[in-house]
């Protein structure tokens, strides 16, 4: 994985696209879940809150994130991309399908099905520990 997100920050920042591998991943997340609040990438990523609120507010303040108030609950602010993080989102994605194409190359769709599943497996076992 160290050497998967090292490539993919590499090729990013030749592309002028100064993203951290966080930073990609917070984008990522508010690319799935439009309106998500502070909180839910916090509950999704197993972040601080704190953490989550520094992060999203940087990212404000350099144009990649919209927030806007809950029309139902003013207090609640509902985050979503700025077009040019839409636009860098889509730049990140093509980087992430072709490095995935690079490093499964060589795999057959049987040893990606079974790489997949144990990959799954390794998962639940993490999470079933709590």
Avoid at 19 to 43: I, K, M, S, W, Y
Avoid at 58 to 67: A, F, I, T, W
Avoid at 69 to 98: C, E, F, I, N, Y
Wanted: glycine letters at 10%.
């Amino acid at each position: 994985m160290h050497a998967l997100r090292s490539r993919q920050h590499a090729a990013l920042t030749k592309e002028g696209i100064g993203l951290t591998p966080l930073e990609g991943r917070v984008l990522g997340f508010f690319a799935r879940h439009p309106g998500a609040t502070q909180r839910d990438l916090a509950d999704h990523s197993g972040r601080d809150k704190g953490q989550v609120a520094r992060l999203v507010r940087g990212m404000h303040e350099r144009g990649l994130l919209d927030l806007t108030a809950d029309p139902a609950d003013g207090r609640v602010t509902r985050v979503h991309l700025s077009a040019q993080a839409q636009g860098m989102q889509q730049t990140v994605l093509r980087h992430r399908k072709r490095l995935a194409q690079v490093a499964l190359q060589d795999i057959d769709a049987d040893q990606r099905r079974l790489l997949l599943e144990q990959l799954q497996r390794i998962r639940q076992n993490i999470e079933a520990q709590g």
